[in-house]
């Protein structure tokens, strides 16, 4: 449910459990503000309409598997795709009054850069946008430090994942959803030209952190196999 476009799904569930539709933002409220681990948490909601919700939508399409915390604060989480999915990892990197939260768009990655040891684990797939934003929320929820900057720094190459991280860029700067400001968000990539204009042209606000780690090009052949 995170992952999609809530407003109009929202609606659409709320209306066929027969409940006015100012309960489309108390739903919202709940999702984005109080991060839930299950619709039966949703104190002041109708029972019928979280029973309801519980029947037709998963809430968090991710399991927390694992956390460890740094001395300097810094908090990595591994994540479970349901029973036999692949394992994702983010990063929670806190520093002075900032809070950076580092997302993964895949599990494990395709590209096999030579230095970058994701790419050895194998490429299991693409995330969904609702588990791009299960991330954000559940770490949101375990830390309680909300974000004040966003990378897609973590596992897998956004670019490659582009449709869910369009989808989920949306959510994330939508200010009746996750509110997060353009600005405060950035992209990593190895470099997808089509692509970073497309990006360019949905998300102008966006920042971009392109890798290059070498100026010849042979070199970066040997460095990053998705040199174009």
Not at 77 to 93: A, D, M, P, T, Y
Request: net charge negative; hydrophobic share 35%.
């Amino acid at each position: 449910m995170l992952g999609d476009e809530f407003i109009e799904i929202a609606s659409s569930a709320v209306e066929e459990a027969g409940e006015p539709s100012y309960r489309v933002d108390q739903l919202r409220r709940w999702l984005y503000e109080r991060t839930p681990q299950s619709f039966k948490d949703m104190e002041g909601l109708p029972l019928s309409l979280r029973e309801h919700l519980d029947k037709i939508f998963v809430l968090h399409p991710l399991d927390h598997d694992l956390e460890q915390v740094s001395e300097d604060g810094t908090r990595k989480f591994l994540w479970k795709q349901g029973r036999e999915g692949g394992r994702i990892e983010s990063v929670l990197i806190p520093d002075g009054d900032r809070t950076t939260y580092c997302i993964s768009t895949q599990s494990g990655c395709p590209v096999k850069c030579t230095f970058c040891a994701t790419g050895y684990g194998g490429f299991s797939g693409n995330l969904s946008a609702g588990e791009i934003i299960d991330q954000v929320v559940q770490i949101r929820s375990l830390s309680r430090q909300a974000p004040t900057n966003l990378v897609f720094m973590g596992m897998g190459e956004p670019l490659l994942n582009f449709d869910d991280l369009l989808r989920s860029l949306s959510i994330l700067t939508d200010p009746r959803q996750l509110g997060i400001g353009a600005r405060r968000i950035t992209v990593s990539t190895v470099g997808i030209p089509e692509r970073i204009r497309q990006l360019s042209q949905a998300f102008p606000q966006v920042k971009l952190a392109l890798s290059i780690h070498a100026a010849d090009p042979a070199l970066r052949d040997e460095l990053v196999p998705l040199n174009l």
